[in-house]
C-alpha cells in the first residue's frame, strides 16, 4: 500500500491550470520535479494554449478542451523524447500555459518628443500618447523570446519593450503619412489604422504578437508651438488690422489720457500705427521731412480744414499757431489743450485745437 502511496506521488495525472488575474501572460505548471503519466488528462480553458517544452525543445502545442496524454497523440514530443515500439511509460516535460485572449486598454506613448517635418512649423516635435490592444499568436516565439523560462510572466514586465516598439513604429507611420501637424487631432482614427500594418508584422516576427487595434488619443505639440498657434488665432479673430487700430485709437480718445484698451503697451502700438497711417496720408513723412503747416489767418481759428491733418504732433500744433512746442506741450499737461499722450509722445486732433481756440 505504501508503494502504491509513493507511486501516486512521483507521477502526474491531471494537468490544468484556473487563470483568475487579468495580467498573466504565461504559466509553467509546477511539476516538482514529478513525472507526467502515460495517460494523463491534460485541462485547457477557453483563451488558453498549452506548450509542452522538452529539454528546451518546443514539443506539441493544445488547444482549449480536455486531452489523454498518450504516444500516439503527442506526436513532436514522441519524436524528441525518441520513445521506441510505444512504450507505455512516464515522461518529463514542461507545460506553459498561454493565455490567447485579446489584452485591452494597454497604455502607450512618446518618452522623447518625435521630429517630424511639418508644412506650417517647418521641423517640429510631437508628443503622442493612447492605447493598444493586443494578443498572443505564435506560443512559441512568444515563449522563447519573451517570456523565457519565467515560470509567471506578467503583463508589466512586457509593458516598457513593448512600448518601445510601438512608439518606433508610430514615429515611422507618422512621418510617412505627412499629415500637418494641426491636422492631426482630426485625423486621429486614421492615424490609428494606418499604424495596423507597419506594426503588425514586426510584432510577429519578433515576439509573436498582433495588434488588434491602437488607438491615438493625443498628439500634442511644445508650448512655444502652442502660442504660436494662439497668437495666429488672435490675429485672425481680429480680421482687418487698420480698422481694429482706428476702432481702439477711438475709444482711447473718448476715454482721455491714462484710458484706452490695453494700458501702455497698447497705447504704444495703436500710436505707431496711426503714425504710419499719417505717413501714408501725406506722401511719406519719413522720406521727405516734416511738411511746413500753414500758419492760421490772423484773428481767425486754426485755418480751413484743408491746411490742417486730423491728427497732429505738438511741433504742427505749434507752427500752426505760431508759438514755440514747449508752450503747446505746458498747455497740454495743464490741461486747457485736450490731446491723447501715447507713450512719451502726444498727439493732438484738428478738433480739440478749435476747440482750444474757441475758448
Not at 509573436?208 to 488607438?215: I, K, S
Not at 480680421?239 to 481702439?248: F, I, M, P, R, S
Request: proline content about 5%; hydrophobic content about 40%.
Amino acid at each position: 500500500m505504501a508503494i502504491i502511496d509513493f507511486l501516486k506521488k512521483q507521477f502526474i495525472d491531471i494537468i490544468e491550470w484556473t487563470d483568475d488575474s487579468r495580467d498573466t501572460l504565461s504559466w509553467r505548471f509546477p511539476d516538482e520535479d514529478k513525472e507526467i503519466k502515460n495517460g494523463a488528462q491534460l485541462i485547457v480553458r477557453e483563451s488558453q494554449l498549452a506548450q509542452f517544452v522538452y529539454l528546451g525543445q518546443f514539443g506539441d502545442a493544445f488547444g482549449p478542451g480536455k486531452h489523454t496524454l498518450t504516444t500516439d497523440n503527442i506526436p513532436i514530443l514522441t519524436n524528441l523524447k525518441s520513445w521506441k515500439y510505444a512504450l507505455e511509460s512516464p515522461f518529463k516535460a514542461d507545460v506553459y500555459y498561454v493565455v490567447t485572449r485579446v489584452f485591452t486598454g494597454n497604455k502607450w506613448g512618446t518618452a522623447n518628443p518625435v521630429m517630424m517635418r511639418d508644412a506650417d512649423f517647418g521641423i517640429v516635435r510631437l508628443r503622442a500618447y493612447g492605447t493598444y490592444d493586443f494578443r498572443i499568436v505564435d506560443a512559441p516565439r512568444f515563449l522563447k523570446e519573451v517570456a523565457g523560462t519565467d515560470h509567471h510572466f506578467r503583463l508589466d514586465e512586457f509593458a516598457d519593450v513593448m512600448r518601445s516598439r510601438l512608439v518606433s513604429a508610430f514615429s515611422e507611420a507618422i512621418a510617412s503619412a505627412r499629415i500637418p501637424a494641426l491636422d492631426v487631432a482630426s485625423r486621429y482614427r486614421e492615424l490609428g489604422e494606418a499604424l495596423l500594418p507597419v506594426l503588425n508584422p514586426i510584432l510577429r516576427d519578433k515576439y509573436g504578437l498582433e495588434t488588434t487595434a491602437f488607438v491615438v488619443e493625443n498628439v500634442s505639440v511644445p508650448p512655444e508651438v502652442e502660442q504660436a498657434i494662439d497668437k495666429r488665432s488672435s490675429m485672425a479673430a481680429v480680421g482687418n488690422l487698420n480698422d481694429y487700430v482706428k476702432y481702439q485709437m477711438g475709444q482711447g480718445l473718448e476715454k482721455g489720457q491714462g484710458g484706452g484698451a490695453g494700458g501702455m503697451a497698447a497705447e504704444l502700438a495703436v500710436g505707431m500705427a496711426m503714425a504710419k497711417q499719417m505717413m501714408d496720408q501725406q506722401g511719406g513723412i519719413l522720406g521727405q521731412g516734416t511738411p511746413p503747416v500753414p500758419a492760421a489767418p490772423a484773428g481767425g481759428g486754426a485755418g480751413d480744414g484743408a491746411t490742417l491733418p486730423e491728427l497732429m504732433t505738438p511741433a504742427q500744433v505749434a507752427q500752426a499757431l505760431g508759438v514755440g512746442e514747449a508752450d503747446v506741450v505746458a498747455t497740454l499737461e495743464a490741461g486747457d489743450l485736450k490731446g491723447k499722450k501715447i507713450g512719451t509722445q502726444w498727439r493732438v486732433t484738428r478738433a480739440a485745437v478749435d476747440a482750444f481756440l474757441r475758448t
